[in-house]
Structures are given as C-alpha cells and as structure tokens.
C-alpha cells in the first residue's frame, strides 16, 4: 500500500516506501468448446501482465517524489515558522523606535512576506497531498484489475468443469447403451443357439412367453426302437391343433421318457387336450385310450404332464 499522508502540513514527515511487485496470473487456454472464453481470458491476463508492473512503477514514482517534496517542504515550513517566531520575538522585545525611523515598517513587511512563504509552503503541502492521492488510486486501479483478472480466471475454469463434467455423463451413459445393447444382442444369440439346439434334438423351439403364461411340460414314457420317435398332437397351436403335420416331437431322455416344453396362456386356453404318437419309418402308431387332458390356471407355477404311451 502507498503510504497515506493525514494532517500534511509542515512539519509532518512521510517515510519512503518500497514498490510492490504483483506478477500476472496466465490461465492457459485448453481445446474444445470453452477454447474460445479461456483465450480471450489469456489475452485480459497478458494486458494485465504488462500494465500492472507500469502502474506499479509510477506508483513507487510518485510515492517517492512525493516523499521528497514532503521532507523538502516539511524542512522549510520549520525553518519558516521558526524564522517568523524569532522576527516577532525580537519585535516584542526590541525597544520603541521612533516613528519616522522606519523600522516598524520594515519589521511588518519582513513578517508579511514570512506569512506568505508559509502559505505557500502549505499549498505545496497540498499538492503533494493531491499526488499522493494519485498514486494511491492508481495501486486501487492496479488491485481492482488483478482481481477482475483472478474472477475470470475462477470462471473460466468453473466453465471449463462444467464442460469436462458433461462430457463425463454423456460418456457414461452411452456406456451404459452399449452394455444393454451388448446385453439384449448376448440374450439374442443365447435364444438362437436354443433354439437350433432344440431344432437339431427335433424339439419343437420355445414360443415367446406371454404375461401370465405357465410353462408345461408334457413326458411320456416309451421304450423305441431305433427309427421310431414320440411326438404329441393335440388341441394347442402348439399341438398342431390334432394336424400330425404340424405335431410337437419328443426328445429321449434318460429312463425311456420322451419330453417337451411349451408354454400356455390359460386367458386364452385354460383346458388342454393331446394324444402320443409313435413315428416309425413307416408308420404312425397312436396311442391307444382317452385323450389325455389338463387344466390351467394364470400365473401357476410350471406344469408337468406325465403318462406312459397306451398301446
């Protein structure tokens, strides 16, 4: 801070003060969208890089010429005033002269022109005053223009934040795309590989499930010779609708059971009717008897159907 003159008349004194020194923040300007706001910071803080170390050179000028003049004028005015005591003491204590001698006149002139040194060596005090009030506003200018530098400094990089924490999201979330993509196209491809499963055993693949549709499972036991297959036929779309063409096959599993799955809506048929065939290489066998049937209701837990093959 430049130091602050208070009561400067003669006499006062003000010591010299030292320059301050305020190095320029640089904010350096990073690519992508904030590129522009941080170049431009960039460039108010070179300005400010080269005006502050001037405005702190005529600052520490002015404070101390200031300064000089102060002691100059302050070395004055004392010698001023003690001048001017000692011609009035010396007045007081001389002896009366006559009239006509012209002494008191000269004594009177000798104190006017005193008066007059001291209130000029006041107004010089004045204006020294007024200087320094200068270089004071000057160090506020030089304050006020690194702080507006530091706040769109701090801006700038809130704006650059708010900028890399977008991107951030955005990032994360197509990730997050990209795994439930990766997920439904892995869901995909394990259904394909069931499904030609099941197509290469010469089961029936599995039909979508329907809300509330119960999964049955239809096993019947029979002991084939090679060539021969169960399928069952029956009143389901998935039955074939009693169509041998359109029939579900079976496939062998341990203990002579031949099994498979489909699923029903029981909103849509609650009472199932089937029959087993036997498939031979020439040949088709039904099972002897009533039809087999069951029936259904929504949400139930999964259903088995189990009977031996009636010859």
């Not at 801070?1 to 004194?13: E, F, T």
């Amino acid at each position: 801070m430049l130091v602050r003159h208070a009561n400067a008349r003669a006499g006062a004194r003000a010591s010299p003060r030292r320059p301050s020194q305020r190095p320029a923040r640089v904010v350096l300007a990073r690519s992508g969208p904030d590129s522009k706001l941080t170049s431009e910071v960039a460039e108010t803080n070179g300005v400010a890089k080269d005006l502050l170390p001037k405005l702190d050179s005529e600052a520490a000028k002015s404070s101390t010429e200031g300064n000089q003049l102060m002691r100059w004028a302050s070395d004055l005015g004392s010698k001023a005033q003690q001048a001017l005591a000692g011609l009035q003491k010396s007045i007081q204590n001389s002896p009366e002269a006559p009239a006509d001698s012209g002494a008191k006149p000269a004594a009177a002139a000798a104190e006017a022109d005193i008066s007059a040194t001291i209130t000029k060596l006041e107004q010089a005090t004045a204006a020294i005053r007024d200087s320094a009030a200068v270089a004071d506003a000057l160090e506020a200018g030089a304050a006020l223009l690194e702080k507006a530098e530091a706040e769109a400094a701090k801006e700038a990089a809130a704006v650059i934040a708010a900028v890399e924490g977008a991107a951030a999201e955005a990032v994360a979330a197509a990730s997050e795309a990209a795994s439930e993509i990766i997920a439904a196209a892995e869901t995909a491809a394990e259904g394909a590989v069931a499904a030609a499963a099941a197509e290469a055993k010469g089961e029936a693949p599995a039909a979508p499930a329907a809300a509330g549709a119960v999964k049955v499972e239809i096993a019947v036991k029979r002991e084939t010779q090679p060539g021969q297959d169960v399928w069952v036929v029956g009143s389901l779309p998935a039955l074939g609708e009693w169509s041998l063409d359109a029939a579900l096959p079976l496939a062998w599993t341990e203990g002579h059971v031949w099994r498979a799955t489909i699923e029903v809506d029981p909103s849509e048929t609650a009472h199932i009717e089937y029959k087993a065939v036997l498939k031979c290489p020439d040949s088709v066998i039904w099972e002897g008897g009533d039809n087999k049937t069951a029936d259904l209701a929504a949400g139930s837990e999964p259903v088995e159907l189990f009977h031996e093959f009636s010859d």
